[in-house]
């Protein structure tokens, strides 16, 4: 397809983990405009051709000039919630974050005449609660009341007022393995110091996903014509902390049979170590399969090669 006509794909939130990732993977297929608070930093992270307009997170009326006639529009703003100490304020900056955003572009999408066909909108699977090693698909009824609960519901309600004809999705992202972002660059801090473990005794599930497949899933998702509503990005095959550290000190050649009493972790990270270290859920990702999605690593120990 030349350059010239390319659809139009708007992305907000690039700079981040996830963001970066898929601009690389879509940049080639798409004319893409990035929405972004830094257009200094966007160009040193994405380089100097994006195309990048500044945008606040919250103003309405500016970008409905970008949004006119584009073919899609992937959301994936908002302050990182795994960055500093859950204080009220912060608190406040994450949920404020993305349901401003959320809102924002809703009532973009509603002034303009020529409307997207699709909206991509990130979520995550704290939606779905702590409960102890509970199965969760896309059905599962949840009646969840902690903060990353809150705060996805919200995350979600901001969208759902866009116009019915467009194709809304909602994709709850699990925990993130890559090099570069996510839990697991966390997970190996002690393990570069040789004090490489789990919380607790290890029994806890984790809801993970390669980035790479995490990336895969939206780009199939966009082109997807069929694709609309609720979908869960993690692998089919959550795994236990402890299986986890298992394999991390296997490939890095580091001990990792620590037994970390959890009270610690939530004297230094607060209820941040509760609802992200110690979340104890499994995740599945049962609309994408049934949809024909092919996972690259479906495997933990094979993630971990590819990453470590």
Known sequence: ?????????????????????????????????????????????????????????????????????????????????????????QKDIIL????RAGNALSNAIKKVINKPEVLIQASAIGYYGLNAGNGYDEIT??????????VTRNWEKAVNTVNSDIRLIITRLGNILG??????????????????????????????????????AISFLLK?????????????????????AKHIGKLIRRPSWLSFPEVILILFFGQRARELLLADIRVYPKRLIAENFKFTYNNIEEALKNIL
């Open 96 to 99: 404020n974050s993305r349901t």
């Open 179 to 216: 090099k570069d972002g996510g839990i697991l660059r966390k997970i190996l801090i002690p393990f570069k110091f040789f004090v490489g473990g789990y919380p607790g005794k290890g029994e806890k599930w984790i809801s993970w996903i390669h980035i790479t497949d995490a990336v895969d």
């Open 224 to 244: 997807n014509n069929k694709s609309m509503g609720i979908y869960n990005l993690t692998t089919p095959n959550p795994v236990k902390y402890k299986v986890l």
């Open 141 to 150: 009824p949840v009646k969840a009341n902690r903060f990353l609960a809150e």
């Open 1 to 89: 397809m030349g350059v010239n006509n390319r659809k139009r794909l708007i992305i907000t939130g690039s700079t981040g983990f996830i963001g970066k990732y898929l601009y690389n993977k879509l940049e080639y297929d798409y004319e893409i405009i990035i929405f972004t608070r830094n257009i200094k930093n966007a160009k040193k992270i994405l380089g100097e051709n994006v195309r990048a307009v500044y945008w606040d997170g919250n103003s309405v009326d500016y970008i409905t000039q970008y949004i006119e006639g584009a073919y899609a529009i992937i959301n994936l703003a908002g302050e990182n919630i795994g960055a500093g100490r859950w204080t009220k304020k």
